[in-house]
C-alpha cells in the first residue's frame, strides 16, 4: 500500500510539474503582417487613421499608437496589461469605452493574438520609403463648395432611414452626411447604391464587407463631394474603379483584399488629391505600384512591401537541396530486407542434419531382433 501511495504521490507531481512547464512556455512569435494588421485593417483604422482620429488617436502607425491620444499611450511595447488599447478590446460588449465601437468585439482568439503581440514588443515593422503621416487630416471641407441640400435629398435620405440605411450628419450643425454600410454587411447590394446616388451631401462612405459589385459603383459616379470611400473585403474589381472616376475630391481610398489589378494603375492617377490608398493583398504588382507611385508622389500607398522584405528571409530556401538525400536514405532500407531470406536456409539446413539419424535408429532395431534368434538357438 506504502508503495502504491508513493507511486500516486510521484506521478501526481510529475503531472503537477508538466502542467506548470505548459504554463510557463513562452507564447508563438506573433506574425503581425499576417495577424494583427488585418485586426487592425478591419476594426480600427476606419475610427483611428489618416481619415478620422477619434479621441485624436491613431492606429495606423507604430509611433502613433504607442503616443496615443486623449487617454495616454494606447500601446505599452511588453506590457498588455497595462495598455490602454488591450484594456479596452477586452471589455464586455455593450460597454461605452469597449473598442471597436463598431462593427462585432473582437473575437477570444484575436484579443489573445493582440495580448502576445504587445507582450512580444509590439513589433511593427515601417516601410522606410512611405511618406510620414501628417499630424491629422487638413481641413477637406474647405476646398468643398457651399452646400445645401435640396428637398429631393432630404427625402431620400429620409426614405433610406426607413428602410434601415443610417445616414448621418459628420458633425453638429453640418450638412455634410456620412454612411457607415459596412455595417449591414452583406446585406448592401448593388440596389442599395442606387438608392444613395440622390444623396449628394455624402462625404464619407463605408462600402466594406458589403456584396457591391463593379457594376453598382456607377450610382456613386454623382457623388462628387465624396473625400473618402472604403471598399475593403468586397468583390470590386478594374472595371468598378473605373467607374470612379471623376471623383476628383476622394482623400482616402481603401481597395484592400480586393480584385484590382495592375490595369487599374491608369485610373487610379487621376485621384491627385488622394493621400491615403491602400491595396494591401490586391493583385497589383511591384512594377504596377511603381508607375502608380510616379503619378502620384505624395499619396501614401500601403501594399505591405515591408512585411514582404521581412518575411523571405523566413523561407528555408537553403533546406531544398537536403530533401533528396533523405530520399536516398530511404531507398537503403529495401536493402536491409534482402538480408531476410536468409531466416528460410537455416530451417532447410535443421531438417537435412537431423534426418539421416532417425533412419540409423531404425537399423539398429533390426539387429537386436537378430541377437533374440541366437538366444532361442
Not at 501628417?134 to 474647405?142: L, M, R, S
Not at 512591401?305 to 537553403?318: N, V
Request: hydrophobic share 35%; glycine share 6%; aromatic share 4%.
Amino acid at each position: 500500500m506504502n508503495t502504491i501511495k508513493k507511486t500516486s504521490i510521484v506521478a501526481a507531481g510529475l503531472l503537477c510539474a508538466s502542467f506548470a512547464q505548459a504554463a510557463a512556455a513562452p507564447a508563438a512569435k506573433v506574425d503581425f503582417a499576417k495577424e494583427i494588421q488585418p485586426i487592425l485593417q478591419k476594426s480600427c483604422v476606419e475610427c483611428h487613421g489618416a481619415e478620422k482620429q477619434k479621441g485624436k488617436l491613431r492606429l495606423d502607425t507604430r509611433e502613433a499608437a504607442i503616443k496615443g491620444g486623449e487617454s495616454g499611450p494606447s500601446i505599452v511595447p511588453g506590457k498588455a496589461e497595462t495598455s490602454d488599447f488591450y484594456k479596452r478590446v477586452i471589455l464586455p460588449a455593450g460597454h461605452d469605452d469597449i473598442m471597436p465601437k463598431k462593427g462585432d468585439p473582437l473575437t477570444k482568439a484575436q484579443i489573445e493574438l493582440v495580448k502576445n503581440w504587445i507582450n512580444q514588443g509590439a513589433d511593427w515593422p515601417v516601410d522606410k520609403n512611405a511618406p510620414k503621416p501628417t499630424a491629422g487630416p487638413t481641413d477637406d471641407f474647405a476646398k468643398l463648395k457651399a452646400f445645401k441640400p435640396a428637398a429631393e435629398e432630404l427625402a431620400a435620405i429620409k426614405k433610406l432611414e426607413a428602410a434601415g440605411i443610417p445616414i448621418r450628419p459628420v458633425a453638429m450643425n453640418v450638412t455634410w452626411m456620412e454612411a457607415n454600410l459596412g455595417l449591414m454587411g452583406t446585406n448592401v447590394t448593388d440596389a442599395t447604391l442606387a438608392q444613395l446616388k440622390d444623396v449628394p451631401s455624402l462625404v464619407y462612405l463605408n462600402l466594406a464587407g458589403t456584396k457591391v459589385t463593379d457594376a453598382g459603383l456607377v450610382n456613386l459616379k454623382g457623388l462628387k463631394n465624396l473625400l473618402s470611400l472604403h471598399l475593403e473585403n468586397t468583390g470590386v474589381g478594374d472595371a468598378g474603379v473605373a467607374q470612379l472616376t471623376g471623383l476628383e475630391n476622394l482623400v482616402y481610398l481603401n481597395l484592400y483584399n480586393t480584385k484590382v489589378t495592375d490595369a487599374a494603375i491608369d485610373n487610379l492617377k487621376g485621384f491627385k488629391n488622394l493621400r491615403n490608398l491602400y491595396l494591401w493583398q490586391t493583385k497589383v504588382t511591384d512594377d504596377g505600384a511603381k508607375k502608380l507611385k510616379a503619378g502620384l508622389a505624395k499619396t501614401d500607398i500601403n501594399r505591405g512591401w515591408d512585411l514582404a522584405t521581412i518575411i523571405k528571409p523566413a523561407e528555408p530556401k537553403k533546406e531544398d537541396p537536403k530533401k533528396p538525400e533523405a530520399k536516398k536514405e530511404e531507398a537503403k532500407k529495401p536493402e536491409v530486407k534482402k538480408e531476410e531470406p536468409k531466416k528460410p536456409d537455416a530451417k532447410k539446413d535443421e531438417p537435412k542434419k537431423d534426418e539421416p539419424k532417425k533412419p540409423d535408429a531404425k537399423k539398429e532395431e533390426p539387429k537386436k531382433a537378430e541377437v533374440k534368434k541366437d538366444e532361442k538357438k
